[in-house]
T-cell receptor, first 113, second 117 residues
Framework: SQQGEEDPQALSIQEGENATMNCSYK?????LQWYRQNSGRGLVHLIL?????REKHSGRLRVTLDTSKKSSSLLITASRAADTASYFCATDLKETSGSRLTFGEGTQLTVNP | DGGITQSPKYLFRKEGQNVTLSCEQNLNHDAMYWYRQDPGQGLRLIYY???????QKGDIAEGYSVSREKKESFPLTVTSAQKNPTAFYLC????????????????FGPGTRLTVT
């Protein structure tokens, strides 16, 4: 089963509004990452947050991590039409050896102009 | 320019034929990965390789095979044993040489869309 589960599955907002996506996971992690995918393209890394961090910022992105609730959120502020994409969380699990990540099902974000 | 290339972008095959998808990187990364993505879904790991001449099965390895003879290259063969091969295939790499073993960010190629009829 997928480790990371994003919520909501789809989100539609107006340009200028904030978009919040959530990710829950089941077992302990070393770090959690967020990726973006434009339709029909490869994924692009957005931000990485380590298990001992609670919040991280990058431009208009804000990521929080609550290890007690096994959840993370990605906030995109002042959204633009160009932010329309699918967003995935990916977890580096403590239980897995090596260098693999486990991806969630994604949130499809649509920003209407 | 550094990056990951996948070829071809679109691939069409008849059922029962094996097909090999290419993935090349010039980022000097040790680790490489193959994922499968079905419409509207997330990524599922097929195979990954942490170093040349070594690779591990992911979550859905049945019907697929890989090789890692060179650091730069990680080709994926979709065999006739794969029951539902039509999908979008993504290759990625990570972990600069000499870095700590925990995952760093993954760099993705543009993907190959395989259609089998």
């Amino acid at each position: 089963s997928q480790q990371g589960e994003e919520d909501p599955q789809a989100l539609s907002i107006q340009e200028g509004e904030n978009a919040t996506m959530n990710c829950s996971y089941k077992t302990s992690i070393n770090n959690l990452q967020w990726y973006r995918q434009n339709s029909g393209r490869g994924l692009v890394h957005l931000i990485l947050i380590r298990s001992n961090e609670r919040e991280k910022h990058s431009g208009r992105l804000r990521v929080t991590l609550d290890t007690s609730k096994k959840s993370s959120s990605l906030l995109i502020t002042a959204s633009r039409a160009a932010d329309t994409a699918s967003y995935f969380c990916a977890t580096d699990l403590k239980e897995t050896s090596g260098s693999r990540l486990t991806f969630g099902e994604g949130t499809q974000l649509t920003v209407n102009p | 320019d550094g990056g990951i290339t996948q070829s071809p972008k679109y691939l069409f095959r008849k059922e029962g034929q094996n097909v090999t998808l290419s993935c090349e990187q010039n980022l000097n990364h040790d680790a490489m990965y193959w994922y499968r993505q079905d419409p509207g879904q997330g990524l599922r790991l097929i195979y990954y390789s942490q170093i040349v001449n070594d690779f591990q099965k992911g979550d859905i390895a049945e019907g697929y095979s890989v090789s890692r003879e060179k650091k730069e290259s990680f080709p994926l063969t979709v065999t006739s044993a794969q029951k539902n091969p039509t999908a979008f295939y993504l290759c990625a790499s990570s972990m600069p040489q000499g870095g700590p073993r925990r995952p760093y960010e993954q760099y993705f190629g543009p993907g190959t869309r395989l259609t089998v009829t």
